[in-house]
């Protein structure tokens, strides 16, 4: 069976600070694997995903994940935060199609 | 609209009523998803349609909940005799046909948050 395990429900940073979201996944297959991010009372955003194309991938507002095999990590990164970027992440997996799986999720706080 | 969209936003039912959230998914999405996100955690899988077809309702927490999408579109999802336990936001998806994997994508509405007193 497919999970995700987000460590840390809370991170705070500064603003201009690096964000790092930790994301550690298990699945019996190559999964698909997805960073959503939900804003206050709206529904969830795709941030970027990995499907087997480039380790590296670059999503929307500056952010970009990093699909590690040997760790089974996908984790969150931006060099600089911005205010704008407070908000709920959550990564899922989804390894067979339509079977997606969320972890709990992270809420970001971006400190003036 | 372009996106998915859900109604009603909000929603307050007294214990032991029935309820019935809707789901517009994106004009030609084959595929259509329910999720339930309890406060304060990630979306959790109730159900999955292909067109009318219910594939996977492996997640529904008991046969209280029904979901249905009779004409391949438009999908309800009903709740018999609510709890309190049910209050949580109810989330709905859709994206295209999954056989293209590189482009696959699930585009979710903003959600129904079900009050039950």
């Known amino acids: 069976a497919q999970s995700v395990t987000q460590l840390g429900s809370h991170v705070s940073v500064s603003e201009g600070a690096l964000v790092l979201l930790r994301c550690n996944y298990s699945s019996s297959v190559p999964p698909y694997l997805f960073w959503y991010v939900q804003y206050p009372n709206q529904g969830l955003q795709l941030l970027l995903k990995y499907t087997s194309a480039a380790t590296l991938v670059k999503g929307i507002n500056g952010f970009e994940a990093e699909f590690k095999k040997s760790e089974t990590s996908f984790h969150l990164t931006k060099p600089s935060a911005h205010m704008s970027d407070a908000a709920e992440y959550f990564c899922a997996v989804d390894p067979n199609n339509n079977d997606m799986r969320f972890g709990a999720g992270t809420r970001l706080t971006v400190k003036p | 609209g372009a996106g998915v969209s859900q109604s009603p936003r909000y929603k307050v039912a007294k214990r032991g009523q029935d309820v019935a959230l809707r789901c517009d998914p994106i004009?030609?999405?084959?595929?259509l998803f329910w999720y339930q996100q309890a406060l304060g955690q990630g979306p959790e899988f109730l159900t999955y349609?292909?067109?009318?077809?219910?594939?996977?309702k492996s997640g529904l927490p008991s046969d209280r909940f029904f979901a249905e999408r009779p004409e391949g579109s438009v999908s309800t999802l009903k709740i018999q005799r609510t709890q309190q336990e049910d209050s949580a936001v109810y989330l709905c998806?859709?994206?295209?046909?999954?056989?293209?994997?590189?482009?696959?994508?699930?585009?979710f509405g903003p959600g129904t948050r079900l009050t039950v007193t």
């Open positions: 998806a859709s994206s295209l046909d999954w056989v293209d994997r590189g482009s696959y994508e699930q585009y």
């Open positions: 349609f292909q067109n009318e077809a219910q594939l996977d």
């Open positions: 004009s030609g999405h084959v595929s």
